[in-house]
């Protein structure tokens, strides 16, 4: 079992969730380094050493300038615990964007990789699907996407198990000329390109039918696919519950099928997959819900942990060096990386 | 009742089905003037004209080139029926590209209007949320996005009949500095604009509650997030059905259930809406689901039927008139309306 660096601060339900939350997750056998105000975290329990941080990043911060001026901040002190080899890996319910720039600026990115990417196991019965970028990068160019691929398909090869994972662009049509201009020439690239199984375009409708194991898309449209599936998931859920209620026939019946309904309910929440992995860093990083419940939390330190033991960062650099997906048009022409913003 | 000029090609299902959707909306009152292949269009039945058509326009087609080289394709008939004034209203279960197309060549845009939109009402349950653009411009600038604000908020008023609707921008956050530049600018200008009541930025998770009556986005995320709802509708109605028979008990709850279930089934369906309208155009033009079953292709014509009779046309170009929408950044700085591509 790993040591993970959990950070207290910023979850919408507060400490007592996020502290619940640990406590979950060191009942599994995983250590825990919990980064927040110790008055608020006494007797935390068995497997859970609280490191103490009075400072934290809100939403409304600007990430990189908090980040930069806020060294003594939760998320950075917990960032940097990873860095140092305190702990094997991050994971926040706080801000996003600070959570992100923190894991940038403290675990590097892997050799040759532009961008890192948010990428997220969509919350569906009975299928795994990886969404990338799920918001990291609200523009990206052609190259991007490309590494995206490679990034989503080492990820899903090394900790979901999936040989050869079918791997497509997020698009607004089938035919391979259809979509924006960055779309199509990340397509073009990707039919033949090696070490990958492009598979082409998915359209929306693809998307939660497990027909492709990895999505590519922009961090814009990601994040807002990601919460639409989400919300779409919880009020169709919810109108069923309200069709149960609707008259007495209904409701006997709603009571006989919970069982059934509320196991479909668990693999609809969002909760359940615990959080989007940062993909493309030098360490495992894990953005877990704002909203999550303890559940929730447990959830993305079991995710950041299995990211630890199946050695996620090591064989996604050996694969993407293994396709030269380094080489391939993703460096810019003079050689250097671009800046991620 | 008004006269509505129906394309017979095209659609996934046949002309059998078509011609089934257009004797259901005939049956309402509605005329129908049926462009496609006589023999296969036999005894049509009351209130339906069969007009000789026997060449079509495909998906595979490119679709400026087709509708400008295949002047006597049914869907290219069709729309100049519209323009000429023998029907008051095109729909089509056809390529999308080209029943845009051929709209837009025969109808013309209203005043002012640089990029018609595709607008649908999502299929949501006991709520109306109408999303565009759907895919009619993959890629916007801010100004055009403007105007996607104000078409919306015009039809919503005038076709559902919501007094002052609610109108968001579809982006990455809530806060105002979230989403592209493109996104930004629109926000900046739309929260300033008169005759529109604009409500900020929507997140994915909002699109479903129908907290806003209209969300704007580029037909790229659009078409996606339509896409993505709909599939999401589906693969969850197939998991509850999949728990109703999961074991004895959930089966007989499901029975017990199946009226209120199969009211929300219908609710979700992608039929039920009967397609998206093009708006911005001095005509009405529906574009159904590829996919639509009779009952679909009816709903798309009762759907343009409507638009007609409340004569959304005419609203729209005095809304987007009075609100000085036309003149609110929505020309390019020297005057001339910029090309559609």
């Known amino acids: 079992m790993s040591t993970v660096a959990l950070d207290a601060f910023g979850a919408d339900r507060g400490y007592a969730e996020v502290l619940a939350g640990a406590r979950l997750a060191a009942a599994d056998g995983i250590r825990i380094r919990l980064f927040g105000p110790p008055s608020e975290l006494a007797e935390a329990g068995e497997g859970i050493e609280v490191c103490a941080a009075e400072e934290w990043i ?51 990115r892997l050799q040759g990789v532009q961008r890192p990417a948010l990428a997220a196991v969509l919350p569906l019965p009975e299928k795994q699907v990886l969404l990338l970028d799920c ?38 049509g089938e035919e391979q000329s259809k979509g924006t201009a960055e779309v199509v020439e990340a397509g073009q690239a990707l039919a033949s390109a090696s070490g990958i199984n492009f598979a082409g375009n998915a359209e929306g409708r693809d998307l939660p039918t497990g027909e492709f194991d990895v999505v590519v898309t922009d961090g814009f449209t990601g994040n807002i696919a990601l919460k639409l599936l989400e919300g779409t998931a919880k009020v169709v859920g919810g109108a069923v519950r309200d069709a149960a209620r609707s008259n007495p026939l209904s409701l006997a019946g709603g009571l006989l099928m919970r069982p059934a309904l509320g196991k479909l309910r668990r693999q609809l929440a969002p909760d359940t997959t615990g959080g989007a992995i940062l993909l493309g860093l030098r360490g495992v990083s894990v953005v877990a819900h704002g909203s999550s419940s303890a559940e929730g939390i447990a959830n993305a330190v079991r995710l950041a942990d299995r990211a630890v033991r199946e050695r996620t960062v090591e064989r996604t650099g050996e694969a993407l060096e293994r396709a030269g997906a380094t080489r391939q048009g993703l460096r810019r022409p003079d050689g250097r990386d671009t800046q991620t913003r």
Chains 1, 2 share one sequence.
């Open 58 to 108: 809100t939403n409304e911060d600007e990430p990189v300038a908090a980040v930069r001026g806020r060294p003594s901040a939760s998320v950075v002190l917990a960032a940097r615990d990873v860095a140092e080899g305190s702990s094997d890996a991050l994971v926040s319910a706080g801000s996003t964007g600070a959570t992100m720039t923190a894991s940038l600026f403290a675990l590097k």
């Open 135 to 172: 918001g990291a990068n609200v523009e990206v160019r052609a190259q991007h996407l490309i590494q995206f691929a490679y990034l989503g398909s080492s990820f899903v090869e090394a900790v979901l198990g999936v040989a050869r994972p079918r791997v497509a662009l997020l698009s607004v």
